[in-house]
């Protein structure tokens, strides 16, 4: 199964924007966040009605996807981890949360308690992504095509 790694084919093309591209607070934040480590990649997106930044960050106890809103407030913080270092109801709930392909896990630290994350590709384009509990249970699918009208 996927997840293993950061791989920048795994999500769906955004375009990227430079770190002084984006607002003053969004700077402060992602430069804060990433702590020194590598900025891999900023791409613009939309969380509910919000604009949020994806930061892809190669630090060293590896890699991070951190989302921060246009106001600079972090609203995601989740470290990329292999599929076999989640906990087993969390396994067993990510094979049955989706019928797409698995393309990236994450634990995230936003949450209490943490929660994982775990992103699919349906029909090889619609992305999506499951929020599952540490007991396994599914809290949310949520996907979307952007020309989807519903």
Not at 40 to 62: F, H, K, M, N, S
Not at 81 to 96: C, H, K, L, Y
Not at 97 to 107: E, F, I, N, P, T
């Amino acid at each position: 199964m996927g997840c293993a790694s950061l791989e920048r084919h795994a999500e769906p093309a955004l375009p990227e924007v430079k770190l002084s591209e984006t607002p003053t607070p969004v700077q402060a934040a992602i430069v804060s966040a990433a702590a020194g480590a590598h900025i891999q990649a900023i791409r613009p997106g939309q969380q509910l009605a919000d604009t949020v930044y994806r930061t892809y960050i190669a630090a060293p106890e590896g890699p991070r996807i951190v989302a921060v809103n246009a106001e600079g407030k972090i609203v995601e913080d989740a470290r990329v981890i292999p599929f076999s270092e989640m906990p087993p109801a969390v396994q067993q709930a990510a094979r049955t949360a989706c019928s797409g392909v698995m393309q990236l896990c994450r634990k995230s630290t936003t949450h209490t308690p943490p929660v994982y994350l775990v992103d699919y590709l349906i029909a090889g384009d619609e992305p999506s992504y499951a929020i599952i509990e540490k007991n396994g249970f599914i809290r949310a699918v949520i996907g979307y095509l952007p020309e989807d009208p519903d």
